[in-house]
């Protein structure tokens, strides 16, 4: 038997787990409905505009070395947001490392910020896919200086440490427009 109450003032965040069944939220009785009227300062589908400069962090990586953004000055740097229980993710491993292959000599820096599963399961999960460029174990205020709230947030970062491109992309990977932008950084920089 379900009781109705109200709650006000309620913020729920959750990470599905790939453990729990899919339809466990079936239970939720029909005639329920959910109010949504939250306004963040910050609206979580906005980024960080171009010409911000990007919040340094220092993080840990998946191998156990610490990653400082102030020490990647001078290089262009793509951040990803991203988990591995997320498809869009998982599509978007190969294409990452694509990318650090073909730019790494003209100074591009693939990072992945992973702000959800543990160290320990990434190590080998990105070992089995080759994934070589940079995993860091990121956390939440790293996620609130980027308003990083959905997977699959990109950012690149210039030489001088300022945005110059965001996106939030599920559907399909930015290839071309991220390509654009690296390429127009590489020849600002020779």
């Given at each position: 038997m379900y009781e109705?109450?109200?709650?006000s003032n309620f913020i729920l965040s959750y990470q599905e787990d790939p453990q729990c069944a899919v339809d466990a939220r079936a239970e939720i009785p029909k005639d329920l409905k959910i109010i949504y009227d939250h306004k963040p300062e910050n609206p979580k589908n906005q980024l960080l505009s171009t010409?911000?400069?990007?919040?340094?962090?220092?993080?840990?990586?998946i191998n156990g070395g610490i990653l400082d953004?102030?020490?990647?000055?001078?290089?262009?740097?793509?951040?990803?947001?991203?988990y591995k229980?997320?498809?869009?993710?998982?599509?978007y491993l190969e294409e990452l490392e694509v990318l650090q292959t073909q730019f790494k000599k003209k100074g591009l820096v693939v990072v992945g910020i992973n702000l959800y599963d543990?160290?320990?399961?990434?190590?080998?999960?990105?070992?089995?896919?080759?994934?070589?460029?940079?995993?860091?174990?990121?956390n939440t205020q790293v996620q609130d200086a980027y308003l990083a709230y959905t997977p699959n947030t990109f950012y690149l970062i210039d030489q001088e440490g300022k945005v110059c491109y965001?996106?939030?992309?599920?559907a399909k990977f930015p290839r071309s427009t991220l390509i654009k932008h690296i390429k127009k950084l590489s020849r600002s920089s020779s």
């Open positions: 109705s109450s109200t709650i010409g911000t400069i990007a919040p340094l962090w220092k993080l840990p990586t953004l102030e020490n990647l000055k001078g290089k262009v740097v793509l951040l990803s947001f991203w229980s997320f498809a869009p993710s998982l599509r543990k160290k320990e399961e990434l190590v080998g999960f990105l070992q089995q896919r080759h994934i070589t460029y940079i995993n860091l174990i990121g965001s996106t939030i992309e599920q």
